[in-house]
């Protein structure tokens, strides 16, 4: 047992050793590749409105430093542990060099739950989790971003509180800020539009007609809203089926999305969205669609399930939303289900976040329009890798995905060699 004792993190570690066995990786070099560097906890006392402090427990984990800084989310959840930061931190690694980014991976965040803080006990918990962390973070140490729970407003107190620290502006400590303080145009939207990028695209190499397929996508948040969107306004999809936290939607005849996202940006979440059928949330993802995108959180698709999916297209919005059970089960499927895995298809977000950080080094910002091609070129590039890799190794997506990335993180070790 390690401190990363956690479901989560086992099942980034067996996926990994999937990869290990694959490239033939010596058993000397598995552990050093795993297991991340570097790992903080930190305990948060946080006066209450009420009068009252209450102590949380934060994280940060940063897997390796090889190839740069690390780079990860920050995560606001109330079961959060040290090993899912961990496991997040390790897909991140895998996900920045597919991407071909100069990242390690990292991820952190805080066990609480930010639906029952006030607006000032959000700041209060924010601000004095980046106070805790300002000894192991910096601009070319480790780059935090938004995650669940957690919004371009938290990104601005976090670079606050690190620049009133160092007693100058310092906005390249955080990606995913609003654009009025050094945030790049596209960066919320960065997610979403790359998961859609890869959807045509696996549309095309399967000549599927888009105003002819449905789509149901898990998760209405920052993903998967600006995934349904963008598939219903600008590919054509149906989007037959949405849900999130508090209710699953389904409409055969579509749902109007611009009216779903109205209304969560009114109200806050679905609940009460009355133009769809409520359905189980669980038995949503097995209702028959051309494309299914699991947006919201890991280990949706397992292997109770695997073999009831009906889609044609499995896009992973989410990190880890498929075990590797389910993977073994969608392997046998292979042909008819094509995986984007997460490392690939998610990693829209990290692209963009590396483009804020560049532009805030530099001091240098880009247009949307610049940000955008950029992004699908990024894309294109490792999707193309990917598809190459797997039809030549004859291998899955997601073996051919996480190869490409170990690969390179192993390389860069070896070169860097073992100090001292």
Known sequence: MTIYHDEVFQMACDQFQVIADYLNIEKNDRDRLMYPKRSVAVTLPVHMDDGSTNTYQGYRVQHHLT??????????????????????????????????????GAKGGIACDPSKLSRRE?????????????????????IMGPDMGTNEQVMAWFMDTYSMYTGYTVNEIVTGKPVS???????????GRGVVYLIDRAMDILKMNPEKCT????????????????????????????????????????IDIVAADRHVLKKGNLRAFTEADRVDPNEMLEMKCDILVPSA???????????????????????????PEADLLLNKRFGEVFVIPDILCN?????????????GLQSFLWTESEVTDK??????????????????????????????????????????????
């Open 215 to 254: 789509a149901i996508v898990q998760g209405f948040g920052n993903v998967g809203s600006v995934a349904a969107l963008a598939l219903a306004m600008k590919s054509g999809v149906k989007v037959t089926g949405i849900s999130d936290a508090t209710v699953a939607l389904y409409n055969p005849d579509g």
């Open 297 to 323: 959180v890991d280990r949706v698709i397992n292997e109770k399930n695997a073999e009831k999916l009906q889609c044609r297209i499995l896009a992973e919005g989410a990190n880890g939303p498929t075990t």
């Open 347 to 359: 990693a829209g977000g990290v692209i963009v976040s590396y483009f804020e950080w560049v532009q």
């Open 122 to 142: 959000l700041e209060a918990v924010s601000r004095r989790y980046m106070q805790e962390m300002i000894p192991f973070v910096g601009p070319h140490t480790d």
């Open 181 to 191: 303080i050094g945030g790049t145009e596209g960066r919320r939207e960065a997610t």
């Open 375 to 420: 992004l699908f070129r990024i894309l294109e590039h490792s999707f193309v890798q990917v598809i190459k890799r797997a039809k030549d190794h004859k291998v899955s997506h997601r073996t051919a995905a996480m190869a490409i990335g170990v690969e390179r993180v192993m390389k860069a070790k070896h070169a860097r060699g073992l100090f001292p």
């Open 67 to 104: 190839l740069g800084p690390t780079k990860g989310g920050t995560r606001f959840a109330p079961t959060l542990s040290m090993g899912e930061t961990a496991a997040l931190a390790m897909w991140m690694s895998w996900k920045c060099a597919l991407a071909n980014l100069p990242y390690g």
